[in-house]
């Protein structure tokens, strides 16, 4: 195995930005669904010293105080956070909230409304992943978005880890010649989550299963990797053996068979993607199934070849160096790429990265404008899954 310092050498230069906080103007933030992820953007925004929560919304009376409540022992004051909002728009209505930021928590079938009253409201946004359901829901997402002028970030947070960039670094530098063919993906042997209930497996809540939840990340590891060339067409392919089989073991070792029947979602997806510049990606994710892992995401191309290995995409990392295949002088060789250890939670690295391009009106660090194929494939697989055979991605002008 070769370890050629050259070789390594031409992936260095990107460096880790910051940018200095002035915490003398306190930025006002609500927070839009008080669930599970919506812990996660709290505790970061408290680490934040420019950040003052003001507000939180739930659907579920009495969700958004309880929320804020368990903090009061770690001394947050609950009386200066309003949570009496029957839902996001009568937090959004709220004018004595002077809101400067919402995060975006709800569950899949409700982001696209609660993200475009937001910009509607000249509010800046962080959307919780995936962007939304649709295709058509992204499209209106990304009008609002324009009409709005502020800032929309999508939650991916494991763009913001080193090893998931350096995945880039060695695409751009061009080391791999064209890129012609990818194969991503990811899975967990029983993995259909429901830890707060329903709202992950349901239609009318996720409108997308595996997809949503984990397929996306698989996705923008390597999209955002190769620039997001813009989906031409989708042979795509869902299905629910795991979830909608009250014998599936996460269910009988939970006690919880009674959710097969409420089981509306995809579990498991593939797709055969034509991406511009004639790339095709091969892509496969399950939230449960009978083996390890699906594989390892591969990027072909015309002077080298990449290996990363399985990873679980969602939390954002790998355990293993990459690889990379070339010919050196009529050799063959394999350079591994050693591992970074990241330093900091990725999670409050995406809220940072969204407090700072808000204040200082810096470009959405994770933007609509390349999430929306994202979403498109999405769509697409969910369409061709439907109709069964290939179709086109057509997305309309924003
Ligand atoms: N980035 C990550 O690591 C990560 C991890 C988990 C979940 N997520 C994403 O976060 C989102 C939420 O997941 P969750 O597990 O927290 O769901 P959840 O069901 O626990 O919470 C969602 C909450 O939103 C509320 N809600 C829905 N519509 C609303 C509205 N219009 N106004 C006010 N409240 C509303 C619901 O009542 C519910 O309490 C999902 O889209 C999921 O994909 C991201």
């Given at each position: 195995m070769a370890n050629d310092a050259a070789i390594l050498d031409e992936f260095k230069s990107v460096k880790a930005e910051g940018v200095a906080v002035d915490a003398s103007k306190k930025v006002r933030v609500g927070i839009i669904g008080t669930g599970w992820i919506a812990d996660a953007h709290r505790r970061a925004y408290l680490k934040q010293p420019d950040v003052e929560i003001v507000a939180g919304a739930d659907l579920i009376p009495g969700k958004a105080e309880a929320f804020f409540k368990k903090y009061e022992k770690d001394g947050l004051d609950c009386s200066k956070i309003k949570t009496h909002y029957a839902d996001h728009k009568e937090m959004l209505e709220d004018k004595s909230l002077a809101l400067d930021c919402v995060s975006v928590?709800?569950?899949?079938?409700t982001h696209a409304v609660c993200t475009i009253d937001a910009l509607n409201a000249g509010v800046h946004v962080l959307l919780e992943k995936p962007m939304c359901v649709t295709i058509e829901e992204a499209v209106e997402i990304c009008r609002a978005e324009k009409a709005s002028g502020k800032v929309l970030s999508i939650?991916?947070?494991?763009?913001?880890?080193e090893n998931m960039q350096m995945i880039g670094k060695i695409c751009r530098s061009g080391v791999l010649g064209q890129i012609y063919y990818i194969q991503t993906g990811g899975g967990r042997?029983?993995?259909?989550?429901f830890p707060y209930g329903t709202t992950f497996i349901e239609d009318q809540t996720a409108g997308l299963g595996a997809l949503g939840d984990i397929g996306c990340y698989s996705l923008d590891c390597v999209l955002n990797a190769i620039g997001y060339p813009k989906p031409l067409t989708v042979s795509g392919y869902k299905s629910a053996f795991f979830g909608q089989n009250p014998e599936y073991a996460g269910y009988v070792n939970s006690g919880h068979t009674d959710y097969a029947a409420k089981f509306s979602v995809d579990d498991f997806a593939a797709a055969f993607v034509r991406l511009e510049g004639g790339i095709v990606l091969d892509f496969r994710i399950a939230w449960a199934m009978h083996l390890d892992s699906p594989g390892e995401t591969i990027i072909m191309g015309t002077k080298g070849s990449l290996r990363v290995p399985a990873t679980e995409c969602w939390n954002g990392t790998f355990d293993k160096p990459m690889k990379l295949y070339q010919n050196v002088g009529g050799q063959d060789v394999c350079t591994e790429i050693p591992l970074v250890r990241s330093s900091g939670s990725l999670f409050d690295k995406k809220i940072r990265t969204f407090l700072d391009a808000s204040k200082l009106g810096l470009p959405a660090p994770v933007p609509s404008s390349q999430i929306i194929y994202n979403q498109a494939i999405l769509d697409g697989i969910a369409r061709s899954a439907m109709a069964g055979k290939e179709v086109e991605i057509e997305i309309p002008e924003i």
């Open positions: 928590c709800t569950y899949n079938r939650g991916f947070q494991p763009r913001f880890d042997r029983q993995g259909i989550p």
